[in-house]
């Protein structure tokens, strides 16, 4: 089993910054792909950011420009960089991670959600 922790999340004024961390944890060999999902009141949950094994990142046109993702892969970790925040970023941010285990299987996992209030 495998366990994302979410943390960052909160309260910041429109142009301000705020960093996101998901450390994944429990029986991993190797992760592919990590990213950031969101999903503000009353609409579907949006790809933010994801980032592969190497280099390789994908951004939502929203906020492109605006937020970076990176990883730490020996720490299993996901970071999101959200810069010049608007009120419409406000939402539930939800850390994805693809897993391969060491028993062979794959598995796509969520974390808890952590809130981002965008607000002045």
């Known amino acids: 089993q495998v366990q994302l922790m979410e943390s960052g999340g909160g309260l910041v004024q429109p142009g301000r910054s705020l960093r996101l961390s998901c450390a994944a944890s429990?029986?991993?060999?190797?992760?592919?792909?990590m990213g950031w999902y969101r999903q503000a009141p009353g609409k579907q949950r949006e790809l933010v950011a994801s980032?592969?094994?190497?280099?390789?990142?994908n951004y939502a046109d929203s906020v492109k420009g605006r937020f970076t993702i990176s990883r730490d892969n020996a720490k299993n970790t996901v970071y999101l960089q959200m810069n010049s925040l608007k009120a419409e970023d406000t939402a539930l941010y939800y850390c994805n991670a693809y897993v391969w285990s060491y028993s062979g299987s794959s598995s796509n996992y969520w974390g808890q959600g952590t809130q981002v209030t965008v607000s002045s």
């Open positions: 429990g029986s991993i060999f190797s992760i592919p792909v």
């Open positions: 980032i592969g094994s190497g280099i390789n990142t």
